[in-house]
C-alpha cells in the first residue's frame, strides 16, 4: 500500500452506483482526481472487471497504490453489495493493495468541508456553518443519506440507509398517494419510492390513481422535460414537498447545525424548480422546532464528481503519515523551589520537595539538601497538607497503589471508615458527630 500518490502508484478512486461507475487517480499528494471516467454497470459482470477495464483504457495500466471505492449499498467490512445493481462481492477480489470500501453518501459526506464557491448552490438558510454536524442526502437510483462529525483535525462519516425510512407523508395529497400505491400492491412505501429517480416515475403513477386519469409512465427525465404536462408538474411539486419534510427530519435526526448538503443525480437538473417549490418550508415547518430548522443551511451540490473527492480526502486523511511528537521533557524550571536554596537549576528534585507541584521537571542539581522539612513532607499526603504526627501508626498504602491511582493518593480499592468515642461504642460508617474525642480506623 502506498501512503502517498504518484503518478507511477497512484490511489484509485471510485463512486459505484446504480448505473454507472465512476473512476478516477489521484497521481500526487493533496491532488484532484485525474483521468475521470464513467463506465455503464450494464456494459459489466461486476466491480472486478469494470476496475480492471478502467485501468487497462483510461489509465494506461498502471497499478494504484491504494484504493476508495464509494458503493450505492451497504458496506459491511471487506463485503459490498450494491442495493439497485446486481454486483456483490469482496474488496480483496480486486487484487488491490490497501482497497477500502464506503457506502456512496459516506464519501459524499468526507467531500462536504472541500465544497466552496461555485461547489455549491444555496436553497435558503442562513450559510453553512464550517465546524458542526454536517448532513448529505440525494435522490438518484435510491435515496442516499449521511452524516459528517467533526473530530480534532479531521472528520468522521456516518454512513446510514435513512432513505428507507417511512414515506415522509404529511399532506392530505401526499397520505392519498401512499394510499394509492398500497392499494395498487406496495404493502410498505418508503422515502426512496418516491424521493428518487425511479420515485419520480411511481410518483407521477400514483397522482394519477389518485386523480383518476389514465396515463403512461413515463422516466424521470421525461417527467422533468415535460413542463406544459400538468400532472408532470404536479408531480415535481409533489417531490419537491417530500424532499423538503423529509430533509428536515434529517436534520433533526442528526442535529446538522453545520447543514443540510442536497446531491445526487435528479436535483441538479431541477434546481431552479427546487428553489421556487415548497421545499424550504417544509424543511422549517415544525410545531416545536421550526427555529431550531429555520437556522440551518440547505445547499445544492453542483460540484462535478464529489463522491470522488470524497473518496480522495479519506485517503489522504488515513493513510498520510502523521505528524511525529516530541519525546523529550519539558525544560521549564520548577514553580515551587525547594526550602533548602539551589545555587542553579537542579537536573531532578530537589532533596526537599517543593510546596506546590512542579510544572516540569528541574534542570540542574541543588548544592545541598534542604534546610528543613517542606512543608508536605509526609509521603502520600495531599501536597500542602502538614504532617499528622498522630496518625504515624497509621500504614502508608500509597506504596501500593493501584495503577490507576493518583500520585499520592490513596489505592483503589475497599476502605472502610469506621469511628468510636472513648467509651468504646460504634458510630457506624462514616465520623460520628458529637463533642467526645473520635479515634478513626481505617480498614
Same mark, same amino acid.
Given at each position: ?104 453518501f459516506e464519501a459524499l459526506a468526507f467531500s462536504l ?172 415547518? &415544525? ?83 534542604a534546610t528543613g522539612p517542606a512543608t508536605g513532607t509526609d509521603p502520600g499526603t495531599t501536597p500542602g497538607r502538614? &504532617? ?29 471508615? &469506621? ?25
Open positions: 500500500m502506498n501512503a502517498v500518490p504518484s503518478a507511477e502508484s497512484p490511489w484509485l478512486v471510485a463512486d459505484v452506483g446504480g448505473t454507472n461507475a465512476r473512476f478516477g487517480l489521484v497521481r500526487r499528494p493533496g491532488g484532484s482526481p485525474e483521468a475521470i471516467a464513467v463506465l455503464p454497470d450494464a456494459e459489466y459482470d461486476g466491480l472486478p472487471d469494470a476496475v480492471a477495464a478502467y485501468l487497462d483504457l483510461y489509465g494506461g495500466g498502471v497499478r494504484p497504490g491504494a484504493a476508495c471505492l464509494a458503493i450505492a449499498g451497504p458496506v459491511d467490512g471487506d463485503r459490498y453489495r450494491l442495493t439497485n445493481a446486481g454486483w456483490y462481492g469482496s474488496v480483496r477480489d480486486l487484487g488491490l493493495p490497501g482497497a477500502h470500501l464506503l457506502n456512496d468541508p472541500s465544497l466552496a464557491g461555485n461547489d455549491l448552490e444555496p436553497l435558503g438558510g442562513p450559510p453553512p456553518a464550517a465546524r458542526m454536524v454536517k448532513a448529505v442526502l440525494g435522490p438518484g437510483t435510491g435515496l442516499g443519506v449521511a452524516g459528517l462529525v467533526p473530530a480534532g483535525d479531521g472528520w468522521v462519516p456516518v454512513p446510514a440507509e435513512g432513505g428507507h425510512v417511512a414515506a415522509p407523508a404529511v399532506t392530505d395529497l401526499e397520505m392519498e398517494v401512499v394510499r394509492a400505491l398500497r392499494a395498487d400492491g406496495m404493502a410498505y412505501v418508503d422515502a426512496e419510492h418516491l424521493i428518487s429517480g425511479p420515485g419520480l416515475t411511481r410518483l407521477h403513477h400514483a397522482l394519477a390513481l389518485v386523480e383518476g386519469v389514465t396515463t403512461d409512465s413515463p422516466p424521470a427525465s421525461e417527467i422533468v422535460a415535460r413542463v406544459d404536462d400538468p400532472l408532470c408538474v404536479r408531480t415535481i411539486e409533489v417531490f419537491c414537498g417530500l424532499l423538503g419534510g423529509f430533509a428536515g427530519n434529517v436534520a433533526l435526526t442528526l442535529g446538522a447545525r453545520g447543514g443540510v448538503y442536497l446531491g445526487g443525480g435528479v436535483l441538479p437538473r431541477i434546481a431552479d424548480r427546487v428553489r421556487a417549490s415548497d421545499f424550504r418550508r417544509r424543511f422549517e415547518i &415544525h410545531p416545536i422546532l421550526s427555529d431550531y430548522l429555520a437556522s440551518i443551511s440547505t445547499s445544492l451540490i453542483v460540484a462535478q464528481q464529489p463522491a470522488l473527492t470524497g473518496a480522495a480526502a479519506w485517503l489522504a486523511q488515513h493513510l498520510t503519515p502523521a505528524a511525529t511528537p516530541a519525546t523529550g521533557p519539558a525544560t521549564g524550571p520548577a514553580t515551587g523551589p525547594a526550602t533548602g536554596p539551589a545555587t542553579g537549576p537542579a537536573t531532578g528534585p530537589a532533596t526537599g520537595p517543593a510546596t506546590g507541584p512542579a510544572t516540569g521537571p528541574a534542570t540542574g542539581p541543588a548544592t545541598g539538601p502538614p &504532617h499528622r504526627p498522630e496518625c504515624a501508626d497509621i500504614p502508608d498504602r500509597s506504596t501500593a497503589a493501584d495503577p490507576g491511582d493518583t500520585p499520592g493518593s490513596r489505592p483503589n480499592g475497599p476502605m472502610a471508615f &469506621h469511628a468510636s468515642s472513648d467509651d468504646g461504642a460504634t458510630k457506624g460508617p462514616g465520623i460520628a458527630g458529637g463533642n467526645n474525642d473520635v479515634k478513626v480506623t481505617l480498614t
